[in-house]
């Protein structure tokens, strides 16, 4: 399954994006969905997922309260809406799938896309 994420840019701090996450071809409804971000020298964190129907999420210490996840399954896409932007929010943002929503928070996943870049600005 090949994953595609878009939507990153530079914003200032308190700005807010919106990234997204397709599967053209596929049937993203098949897998849960998860985010993640990797800042440089540091490794790949998770931020947020969300199961199969969209009925479950899960975020980060980080992300919740200022970041939603969410998907529709009609349109094979999963979105990350990120209010309230930090610098410390800089990153490479990638979205993932898999069967299980438990991986995702442990950073596992058997699908990855390749990142979209966020830059905060203070």
């Known amino acids: 399954v090949q994953l595609q994420a878009s939507g990153g840019g530079l914003v200032q701090a308190g700005g807010t994006l919106r990234l997204s996450c397709a599967a053209p071809?596929?049937?993203?409804?098949?897998?849960?969905v998860g985010w993640f971000r990797q800042a440089p020298g540091s490794e790949r964190e998770f931020v947020a997922a969300i199961n199969r129907s969209g009925s479950k999420s899960d975020y980060s210490d980080s992300a919740r309260g200022r970041f939603t996840i969410s998907r529709d399954n009609a349109k094979n896409t999963a979105y990350l809406q990120m209010n309230n932007l930090k610098p410390e929010d800089t990153a490479i943002y990638f979205c993932a799938a898999d069967n299980f929503l438990q991986s995702l928070n442990r950073v596992i996943a058997d699908y990855w896309g390749r990142g979209t870049l966020v830059t905060v600005s203070s």
């Open positions: 071809g596929r049937t993203l409804s098949r897998w849960a």
